[in-house]
Nanobody, 124 residues
Framework: VQLQASGGGLVQAGGSLRLSCATT????????MGWFRQAPGKEREFVAV???????YYRDSVKGRFTISRDNAKNTAYLQMNSLKPEDTAVYYC???????????????????WGQGTLVTVSS
């Protein structure tokens, strides 16, 4: 299984980026997809998750600004990030786990597969 995150870059505060996570998971529709981020010197933290059943959950600081989605036909998950802030600067990772349709998690250690990360830099 491979996950490939892309779409990061440099953007000014208030701007937008759309991250993509392309996977080789054949039964992609059965997997929950999560996005995490890690800023320099900090631990990896949860950002958003979408269950295989389509339920979404976000960390409080990104609610109303970020939207997670998935395209099961393309085996790809997305993270639309709007109104970006300098504190959103981090390497963003996508992750996958196979659970029941409504299950999801914000715990790093519960995800089986990880992408390599894509850097998002938000300038003030």
């Amino acid at each position: 299984v491979q996950l490939q995150a892309s779409g990061g870059g440099l953007v000014q505060a208030g701007g937008s980026l759309r991250l993509s996570c392309a996977t080789t998971i054949r039964t992609f529709s059965s997997y929950a997809m999560g996005w995490f981020r890690q800023a320099p010197g900090k631990e990896r933290e949860f950002v958003a998750v979408i269950s295989s059943g389509g339920t979404t959950y976000y960390r409080d600081s990104v609610k109303g600004r970020f939207t997670i989605s998935r395209d099961n036909a393309k085996n790809t998950a997305y993270l639309q990030m709007n109104s970006l802030k300098p504190e959103d600067t981090a390497v963003y990772y996508c992750a996958a786990a196979r659970w029941t349709r409504q299950h999801f998690s914000d715990r790093v250690d519960e995800y089986a597969y990880w992408g390599q990360g894509t850097l998002v830099t938000v300038s003030s």
